[in-house]
């Protein structure tokens, strides 16, 4: 049975990989989902936040030096130390890179196409086999147009490719009018991947306490279902690789991505939930129902339910919506 797959340029043993969660905070975490069987592990993010906020430390720490005296400056702790900044982030991933045999994909989160992504060539040396830029951003302010907020993506994207020669994926939000659209525009900026979808914090209302939570929850299963239809159509339109990432619950949701057209497929929630050994039940569940089905090949089965191409995707989509309806109705309340 041949598991291996192609994402991003790299040869992986298998598409299964751990998606950016705490997971891999530690050598220790990324060792236990390689031996777990997972085809590669993306570390967790370090943030825009984050590297601004030690840029602006490491410039008043220079500057309290040179007003009393310069050695002052091993006496304070760096911010880096104190909140897991990228001077930690880039040491655990030259450490993780270096100790396990698949790739370990460095993940830089942020929004503004400005200097912190110079960081992304540091993972490059740090060892990283390629990096994920994960651009969260919601536009809350509601004069920011929608073409001004495609554009950001693609700038920011531009900058990364600038900084490194290693493969750059793109996690992106499917909120965008024209989705497709944003995704041929970042395959054409250069993206060697694109990751969909990320899951945007949803705050919640407690009205007893009057209080908002923005806790981040674990997902659903049935959340796989708009980025399922996305890479669907996507698959074959784009030079980029497509990464699944949302709602992997069981081996079952692993083969419905890889049938819609996915290079691999990632997962969080389900190993936070399980434990890691739950990428093996994951992996040994797709080996059995490809053998059910008599695939030999993840290649042979990857997009077999893909929307065709060379139609009109967006009457296929019609249609679709429209026989579902019409279905629904049906169920409901007996033939029209
Ligand atoms: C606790 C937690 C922490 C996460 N941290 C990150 C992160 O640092 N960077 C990132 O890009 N995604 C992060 N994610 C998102 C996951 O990588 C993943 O894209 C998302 O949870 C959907 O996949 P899932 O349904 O398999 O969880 C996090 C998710 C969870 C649940």
């Not at 809350?140 to 950001?152: A, I, K, L």
């Not at 399980?274 to 797709?286: E, F, I, P």
């Amino acid at each position: 049975m041949d598991l291996t797959t192609r994402y991003l340029g790299l040869t992986l043993r298998n598409p299964l990989v751990a998606s950016a969660s705490p997971l891999s905070r530690t050598v220790d975490g990324v060792r236990r989902l390689a031996a777990a069987g997972v085809g590669a592990v993306v570390l967790y993010s370090l943030f825009e936040e984050q590297v601004r906020r030690e840029a602006a430390e490491n410039a008043r720490l220079v500057e309290a030096g040179s007003e009393s005296f310069a050695e002052s400056l091993s006496y304070f702790p760096s911010v880096s130390e104190l909140d897991g900044g990228p001077r930690q982030y880039l040491s655990l991933l030259a450490r993780a890179s270096a100790a396990v045999d698949v790739p370990v994909i460095g993940s830089l989160n942020g929004v503004t196409p400005s200097g912190w992504v110079e960081y992304a060539r540091a993972m490059q040396d740090a060892g990283a086999a390629a990096v994920e830029l994960n651009i969260y951003y919601l536009p809350g302010d509601p004069r920011v147009s929608g073409r001004d907020v495609e554009q950001r993506h693609v700038d920011v994207l531009e900058r990364v490719k600038e900084a490194v020669g290693v493969p750059v994926a793109v996690k992106l939000s499917p909120y965008f009018s024209s989705m497709g659209e944003m995704a041929v525009r970042l395959d054409e900026a250069g993206a060697d991947g694109l990751v969909l979808f990320n899951r945007f914090l949803q705050p919640e209302i407690d009205h007893d306490a009057l209080s908002v939570s923005t806790a981040v929850g674990l997902s659903d299963p049935a959340e796989s279902r708009l980025p399922r239809t996305w890479i669907a159509l996507l698959h074959g339109r784009v030079q980029a690789s497509l990464a699944a990432t949302t709602g992997v619950d069981t081996a079952a949701d692993v083969a419905k991505y890889l049938l819609a057209g996915a290079d691999v497929v990632m997962t969080a929630s389900a190993l936070l939930r399980y434990g890691v050994g739950h990428a093996t039940t994951l992996l040994d569940g797709l080996s059995d129902w490809m053998l059910r089905k008599e695939f030999t090949s993840v290649a042979e089965l990857r997009g077999l339910l893909a929307v065709p191409t060379g139609i009109d995707e967006t009457l296929y989509e019609r249609a679709g919506y429209v026989h579902a309806m019409r279905e629904a109705n049906n169920d409901l309340y007996g033939p029209w």
